[in-house]
């Protein structure tokens, strides 16, 4: 089992990047991916979530409205693409896979997960 994340980097207030989970080894499948982040000093949050049987979808409060979580199941891929960038964005994100069902309640939960992959980091500069 590994979920591999990529596509951070540095970028500009404002600009835009898209984060990918690449999902792999889950020969019994998984029900949800979540995205978490951890800035440095502070604990780690969920950000956002998509679920696999509704395709439903939960965001922060802080990115609602900027960023969008995706699924390509063909590719065991799932996307955040993040827009309006702020510094307080800055952070290593990492993806998440939960083997259980997952409430709605807790899709922004990090004990709803198992697996975790090892995070890409999103620098935003003032």
């Known amino acids: 089992v590994q979920l591999q994340a990529s596509g951070g980097g540095l970028v500009q207030t404002g600009s835009s990047l898209r984060l990918s989970c690449l999902a792999s080894?889950?020969?019994?499948?998984?029900?949800?991916i979540g995205w978490f982040r951890q800035a440095p000093g502070k604990e780690r949050e969920g950000v956002s979530c998509?679920?696999?049987?509704?395709?439903?979808?939960k965001y922060a409060e802080s990115v609602k409205g900027r960023f969008t979580i995706s699924r390509d199941n063909a590719k065991n891929t799932v996307y955040l693409q993040m827009n309006s960038l702020k510094p307080e964005d800055t952070a290593v994100y990492f993806c998440?896979?939960?083997?259980?069902?997952?409430?709605?309640?807790?899709?922004?939960?990090?004990?709803?997960?198992?697996?975790w992959g090892q995070g890409t980091l999103v620098t935003v500069s003032s």
């Open positions: 998509i679920r696999n049987r509704d395709g439903s979808t």
């Open positions: 998440a896979a939960s083997r259980s069902g997952i409430i709605t309640s807790s899709m922004l939960d990090s004990y709803a997960y198992n697996y």
């Open positions: 080894g889950f020969t019994l499948g998984y029900t949800a």
